[in-house]
């Protein structure tokens, strides 16, 4: 079999940055077109078989990240944009918002409280060293937060955007399972609580799975949590005295 032209083909497509933004939003297609077959299975979640689909690229292509962030990072800078987006579904329910408000900060610092004081503690118990556990510290934030906080703490940016992204992942999977247990059934619970546990990931779960309504809670808590834990956590961790 003559193979010279699909030589020449990859070999022009390897030369443009486009070819990655097109398998970004290829990947994304055939992970969302996964996750309908899984029926929504959150282990089948489109944003976790889409990192999965383009580390498989990268591997067997053997281009390394900065190669392909140069095609993504339009899709990067749309970051911004969608997330300011995620105001306008919040808007819809602002009289709902105005009546839970101080529930839901005080939710909001309780778990942000729980969350830092559990990773610190269990990091520090099982002989973590320091620059690691900082790094844990805020890994229920966003990434650009996380790594903002991490870095004035001591903490090293690039573990913590790992950690926060398997953070998010792990919150899509177990998150469902316990609401179920829990018995939780209003949606601006589900999204608050997915949103201040798994963040952006979290927030994308509950609109492409839950309603519109918990994505837009989830996307006010995910927002909230970030600009709280930038406060919360410098205490804590003079607490410990890390």
């Not at 070819?19 to 976790?48: C, D, E, Q």
């Not at 409280?113 to 610190?120: D, F, H, K, N």
């Not at 903490?155 to 950690?163: M, Q, W």
């Not at 316990?178 to 990931?201: C, N, P, Y």
């Amino acid at each position: 079999m003559n193979l010279a032209p699909l030589d020449a083909l990859w070999v022009y497509l390897s030369a443009s940055p486009l070819l990655h933004l097109l398998l970004t939003l290829v990947a994304f297609l055939l992970a969302t077109a996964i996750n309908r077959l899984a029926r929504g299975a959150s282990l089948a979640h489109p944003v976790l078989v889409s990192i999965a689909l383009i580390i498989g690229f990268l591997w067997l292509t053997d281009t390394d990240y900065p190669t392909y962030f140069e095609g993504a990072q339009f899709i990067h800078f749309l970051l911004g944009p969608a997330t300011v987006a995620l105001a306008v579904p919040l808007f819809d329910h602002l009289d709902r918002v105005k009546q839970m408000l101080w529930p839901l900060l005080t939710a909001c610092c309780v778990g942000i409280v729980t969350a830092v004081t559990t990773t610190l503690g269990l990091a520090l118990a099982l002989g973590a060293h320091t620059q690691v556990a900082l790094s844990l510290a805020p890994k229920s934030v966003t990434s650009p937060i996380a790594m903002g906080i991490a870095e004035k703490l001591g903490g090293i940016p690039s573990l913590t955007a790992g950690l926060v992204l398997l953070t998010g992942t792990l919150g899509c999977v177990v998150g469902p399972v316990v609401m179920r247990l829990a018995g939780a059934r209003d949606d601006t619970v589900k999204g608050f609580t997915m949103g201040l546990s798994a963040h952006g990931i979290g927030t994308a779960f509950c609109f492409s799975s839950v309603s519109t309504l918990a994505g837009a809670f989830a996307g006010m808590s995910m927002g909230l949590t970030g600009l709280l834990t930038a406060f919360i956590v410098p205490p804590i961790v003079r607490l410990f005295g890390v």
